[in-house]
């Protein structure tokens, strides 16, 4: 057996920056992974899903390139090419990954980490038995699809990941999902060509952001061609899609493949049972304020414990648990408390959304007192300039231009004005001091300007 400092289990986002953190503190780490280091974000998620929104954007400019004077006699996007480009990008990061991980102050081993007891690891399935102690275990294990339960499911189903891995570019696409996943997908095949149908449970797209913001993205895409059937309940896939609409009606959609995109579950495994820590499959492991979990000395962080899906979360969940990890080992100061962590989040459709903070929804939800200031990219020059001018933002604050408490927004570079906005909010900025803060003209972030100004 290994005595080691620190065990990390998985090399996603926040697996292999908890290990870097860490071995840069000095302490000795080592880091479990049964697949490819960079976790789903990297191999079948964020990176390789931007990968083909940026082909996408290509594919829409060239079809509209008459609108900037340029005359062309047509194109062909041919998927193979694009999807040998997405492999090649996640080469790249993940060679870099595998770079990190080679400080000497880290091991990684091979193979899927199974707990002996709450501080002794062992790695099943690698080339070696191997196993390693520590006072201190990060899990970091991610996410996987979820599915529905269906009456009957027939033929061939696609996830995320396997959309990504198609060799050919289907006619017809029918997503069951609206979230950020099946949007996304929504809107990259539909540029790409493919005739694209979704079917969404709720009343409306993309829960995460303000409704307003999600109906009037919606508007756009069915403007380019995306087919939406919203408050639909899918009974069955056979391999047609079978839904029962709002009315209570019958209803199929016809395509060649289907997607599941209903959203991603905690990553959990019997693995962790001899750990003693608590977790179930439908929320994750659960943790406190400083993702500790219910065992002293084990954390998780990242989309196993269910907080928030995002890599960038997960990431800055890392550096508080390390922070934390290494305050107890020889009394350094930790992060601020967890709960002051002010995450942004941005969904890449053509025009893409972001937001931060609070929703007019849930500021109605919660009865508090708040102000809305909304700006459009109609009005904005350079969106204008850039034929952008589909797009609104909502900035929402306390009462008398006070503190500034969520953005909501869609369109061009919308995520670059909520990553702004995002800064303002971790420093408690006022409504009336971003007034006072001079933004270049001409930019899109005038628009955040002139929503303060309002």
Do not use: W
Request: hydrophobic letters at 40%; proline letters at 3%; aromatic letters at 6%.
């Amino acid at each position: 057996m290994t005595q080691s400092d620190l065990i990390v289990i998985g090399a996603g986002p926040g697996g292999y920056r908890a290990a870097e953190l860490a071995a840069k503190a000095g302490m000795k780490v080592v880091v479990f992974e049964a697949a490819d280091v960079g976790g789903t974000c990297l191999n079948e998620g964020c990176i390789p899903t931007k990968c083909y929104a940026r082909n996408a954007e290509v594919v829409s400019l060239t079809r509209d390139s008459n609108t900037f004077g340029i005359h062309h006699n047509g194109f062909n996007f041919l998927l193979e090419m694009a999807k040998s480009r997405k492999e090649e990008v996640v080469r790249q990061l993940r060679s870099g990954i595998e770079t990190l991980l080679s400080h000497p102050n880290i091991t990684l081993v091979r193979g899927e980490a199974r707990f002996l007891d709450a501080h002794t690891v062992c790695a099943d399935g690698a080339a070696a038995c191997e196993t390693h102690s520590a006072p201190y275990i990060i899990v970091a294990t991610g996410s996987q699809p979820k599915k529905l339960h269906l009456s009957r499911c027939e033929g061939e189903i696609l996830d995320s990941a396997d959309l990504l891995q198609l060799e050919r570019l289907p006619e017809s696409l029918c997503i069951v999902g609206a979230g950020v996943i099946g949007m996304e997908f929504a809107s990259i095949f539909s540029a790409f060509g493919t005739k694209v149908t979704v079917v969404e449970f709720l009343k409306e797209c993309l829960p995460v952001l303000d409704s307003d913001i999600a109906k009037r993205l919606r508007k756009v895409l069915e403007k380019r061609g995306v087919e939406f059937c919203m408050q639909c309940a899918v009974n069955a896939i056979t391999p047609a899609v079978t839904f029962t609409d709002k009315k209570g009606h019958q209803q199929t959609v016809e395509a060649e493949k289907v997607l599941m995109a209903v959203g991603r579950a905690p990553r959990v495994s019997g693995h962790f049972s001899n750990a003693g820590f608590d977790f179930d499959e439908r929320t994750g492991i659960h943790v406190d304020d400083h993702f500790q979990t219910t065992v002293h000395g084990i954390y998780a962080i990242g989309d196993c414990n269910g907080r928030q899906m995002l890599a960038h979360a997960a990431e800055a969940q890392a550096k508080v648990v390390v922070e934390h990890i290494l305050q107890q080992r020889d009394g350094g100061t930790s992060l601020p408390h967890p709960s002051q962590l002010i995450v942004p989040a941005a969904i890449f459709t053509a025009p893409e959304a972001a937001c931060v903070g609070l929703s007019e929804d849930q500021l109605k939800q919660e009865g508090r007192d708040y102000e809305c200031r909304k700006a459009f990219y109609r009005a904005n020059g350079k969106a204008l300039a850039m034929g952008e001018t589909e797009g609104m933002l909502k900035l929402f604050s306390k009462p008398d231009a006070g503190q500034i408490v969520g953005c909501h927004a869609f369109g061009a570079h919308s995520a670059d004005m909520v990553q702004e906005v995002s800064a303002l909010m971790c420093r408690q900025t006022t409504v009336g001091e971003l007034r006072r803060m001079v933004h270049i003209h001409p930019t899109l972030s005038e628009i955040l300007l002139a929503a303060a100004e309002q």
